[in-house]
């Protein structure tokens, strides 16, 4: 027998006739330029390992800190050309072969965490706070992060002046993963963002120059439980798998509400299971929840804010909740708005024990970095009431306050920074007794992000509350709003407490002074001063912007 003939004898055996055209295979088609903001940022954090591995020593720390601001930068300039092309609005449509969508809440989370990540990264670079130690510079970083804390290489190090300018490229990991977060239109993507920009603030906890062990601590915390939370979301995207036969956003809504045309018999058994659909889709809220900071997945909050560096604690407050909270939206909003019956009474529970719990037990605290950390938790409350409201309302009042929210906290985190005793950051309440009469600006300038967070009127806070709060209401969830007032008037005594603490007690002979920052650190504060007042004085133009914004591409 011929070879062709054998060779037609194969393939006609496996179903193929000679005569069929060879499908051709399709490269996937990516949209470079909608993707720029992410593209320009993993780009430069690549260019930033491998400065860590060629670059002099002493020259690394320019070099780094100079390649962030510029990737950060122009991301967000990337982001506003988007905004301005109608990417936001008209052209919303999803990229990326269905992996990314880009619209109007992308394009806003998107602007928001770069430009508080590119305020709190000054705050990293900061290198004035500590005395200079044997004739160098020190930041808040651990000299040599690999060494044992309190040995002799640890000292060494700091002997050799080194320092861990890695930090910069691990934020940018982040910020990376955080830009695809809220912008992942398909399960597989959502968790792929999730590690990515996870595992870089697992590290950054744990390399504090000062408090070493506590740092570490706070890291591996931080590490277990999240590997907690990630396994919660896997297995939630395996179950809506089985569900819906697929990934893809869209597809699984068309599962849920029941107009989807073709199925694929290799699923028909699982599909349209109710089990599959309640259980999975609890299992991703639970891997989401524990991200936002919400009760009862809250329990690394105060541990990992006090043990972190306080440059790292301010950025994970800020971005991280941002990235989190749109997730959740287009979640929510896109995947399961079918669900609304089963989630609402869910969320309603969360957000009330969430504001309660965070405002209650923030009044015990002695610590002002617990207490911010608590102040957060109280926040993540504040924010879910928005997202309960299930109206285009409650998207635009939660992107609202996300952004309000997030330049206030990087801002008192920075304030934080400066106030110093012999140990490092003196973060023990009593020591700020007085602080007003030693250090009149610090001190005005701390009560303002305390006021903000309390949501006194004329300032951002106040702003953000009455969007949230007035969404909530009219999308039905009033007596949300009356444990959200309730939970504002107890957290409000908290921090009036610190307020007075500053202002109306005795300075101690052995208190702490306040350092004296680089520029850099200033600019932080005064960027967070001038947000938190113009988005109180002046909303309006910002509110519109992001109504503008809050529609989710389906």
């Known amino acids: 027998m011929s070879a062709t003939a054998v060779h037609s004898l194969w393939t006609t055996a496996g179903g193929v006739t000679s005569a069929a055209p060879v499908e051709k295979f399709k490269a996937p088609v990516i949209e470079y330029t909608q993707l720029a903001p992410v593209l320009i940022v993993i780009g430069v954090a690549v260019v930033g390992v491998l400065v860590e591995a060629f670059v002099p020593r002493r020259a690394r720390y320019y070099t780094q800190v100079f390649l962030t601001v510029v990737a950060l930068a122009a991301a967000f300039a990337a982001v506003v ?105 398909d399960l597989l993507t959502l968790f792929v963002a999730l590690e990515v920009f996870s595992l870089p603030l697992y590290l950054l906890c744990a390399v504090a120059r000062r408090k070493r062990l506590m740092s570490q601590e706070a890291a591996v915390k931080y590490f277990l439980l999240g590997a907690f939370s990630s396994a919660f979301l896997l297995f939630g995207i395996a179950l809506l798998y089985g569900y819906a036969g697929s990934v893809s956003y869209a597809s699984i809504a068309h599962v849920v509400d029941g107009s989807v045309t073709k199925i694929d018999p290799a699923l028909a058994d699982t599909m349209g299971n109710d089990a599959l659909l309640l259980i999975g889709g609890a299992m991703i809220l639970t891997g989401l929840l524990f991200k936002v900071g919400a009760v009862p997945f809250h329990m690394w909050t105060p541990d990992v804010y ?69 102040s957060s938790i109280a ?29 206030v906290t990087v801002g008192a985190f920075a304030v934080v920074t400066l106030v110093r005793d012999a140990g490092g950051e003196a973060t023990h309440l009593s020591k700020w007794a007085g602080l007003g009469r030693r250090s009149p600006l610090v001190a005005a300038v701390f009560a303002v992000f305390l006021l903000a967070f309390a949501g006194i009127p004329l300032t951002s806070g106040f702003s953000g509350k009455f969007a949230v709060f007035k969404a909530a209401a009219d999308g039905g969830a009033g007596g949300l709003v009356v444990v959200g007032v309730i939970s504002s008037a107890i957290a409000a005594f908290f921090y009036i407490r610190v307020i007075v603490l500053m202002f109306f007690s005795e300075p101690k002979a052995d208190g702490p002074t306040v350092a004296v920052p680089s520029p850099l650190t200033m600019t932080t504060i005064a960027v967070g001063v001038a947000v938190t007042l113009v988005l109180g004085l002046a909303p309006q133009y910002f509110l519109d912007l992001a109504s503008q914004a809050g529609v989710f591409v389906r």
Do not use: C
Request: aromatic content about 10%; glycine content about 10%.
């Open 379 to 407: 926040h993540a409350g504040f924010i879910l009431a928005g997202v309960i409201a299930t109206t285009p309302d409650g998207i635009s009042s939660v992107l609202f306050y996300l952004g309000a929210y997030s330049f």
């Open 306 to 374: 006090q043990g972190a560096p306080t440059p790292v604690t301010g950025f994970m407050a800020a971005a991280t909740k941002v990235a989190a909270f749109g997730a959740l939206l287009r979640l929510l909003y896109v995947v399961l708005p079918g669900l609304a019956w089963d989630w609402r009474p869910v969320m309603w529970a969360v957000a009330i024990v969430t504001m309660l719990g965070g405002a209650i037990v923030a009044i015990t605290q002695t610590d002002i970095k617990r207490l911010l950390a608590y």
């Open 81 to 185: 050309g988007l905004a301005a092309g109608g990417y936001g609005t008209t052209k919303a449509h999803i990229a990326a072969m269905g992996a990314i969508a880009i619209d109007g809440p992308t394009l806003f989370l998107q602007g928001t965490i770069l430009l508080t990540s590119l305020v709190a990264v000054f705050t990293f670079a900061e290198r004035r706070l500590d005395p200079a130690s044997h004739g160098n510079r020190v930041d808040s970083f651990a000299a040599q992060a690999a060494s044992v804390p309190g040995s002799d290489s640890e000292k060494a190090a700091v002997k050799a002046g080194f320092t861990t300018t890695e930090v910069f490229p691990l934020v940018l990991f982040s910020v990376a993963g955080m830009l695809v977060f809220p912008a992942a239109n």
